[in-house]
């Protein structure tokens, strides 16, 4: 049965800092491409960040860049992301996401809620 487990959402202030974690489990992460997207109240889902199946290509959405990194461990199989200087346009459930191209596979985990707010 295939997993994806998201944790480490909350609520923050502003400049702050949060770590998401998602761990998968019932395919061999290692194939898979991992991303992190957002949802924001009343809009549409966001890439925020994607890595490759190697870790050796990242991408990062232009609103996030230098404040964001992502990160998979391959022994966890977890894939992790750090953000930093949280702005309050940050607020939204953010997803784990597991594609895997060649087959057209595509998993998503349940969310997490990151708020910032003072």
């Known amino acids: 049965q295939v997993q994806l487990v998201e944790s480490g959402g909350g609520l923050v202030q502003p400049g702050g800092s949060l770590r998401l974690s998602c761990t998968a489990s019932g395919f061999t992460f290692s194939n898979y491409v991992m991303s992190w997207y957002r949802q924001a109240p009343g809009k549409g889902r966001e890439l925020v960040a994607t890595?490759?199946?190697?870790?050796?290509?990242?991408n990062y959405a232009d609103s996030v860049k230098g404040r964001f990194t992502i990160s998979r461990d391959k022994v966890k199989n977890t894939v992790y992301l750090q953000m930093n200087s949280l702005k309050p346009e940050d607020t939204a459930v953010y997803y784990c996401n597991a594609r895997r191209v060649i087959f057209s596979l595509v998993y998503w985990g349940q969310g997490t809620q990151v708020t910032v707010s003072s």
């Open positions: 890595s490759t199946s190697g870790g050796d290509s990242i």
